[in-house]
């Protein structure tokens, strides 16, 4: 399950009942910037930093906003999935080579 935890600034993925991935991130005024991204060692292997990546992608969409993706693994699912493209602003996508 997907959500966002504010107090820990971070959006989380859960599977049973435990976090299994998140990614850190700092709200600026209009925009989201990632920071880090992790998937726990037990939970490996099973496309979760992507699903992560795409629920966190779409809920700052909802939001609004635009994406920094300063995190490695963020800047690279972005590159992979044009269709998030449009959340870096224009003077950010170079900077992540995107």
């Known amino acids: 399950m997907f959500s966002d935890n504010p107090d820990e600034h971070r959006f989380e993925l859960r599977k ?4 299994a991935a998140y990614s850190q991130y700092n709200l600026l005024k209009g925009a989201v910037l990632f920071t880090h991204t992790e998937v726990l060692p037990q939970f490996e292997g099973q496309g979760l930093g992507s699903k992560l990546a795409k629920s966190a992608l779409g809920d ?25 493209l ?8 170079r900077a992540f080579k995107l």
């Open 16 to 19: 049973g009942g435990v976090v």
């Open 60 to 84: 700052v969409r909802a939001r609004g906003l635009k994406a920094i993706p300063v995190c490695t693994f963020m800047a690279g699912y972005i590159r992979k999935h044009a269709e998030y």
């Open 86 to 93: 449009d959340l870096v602003a224009e003077e950010h996508q």
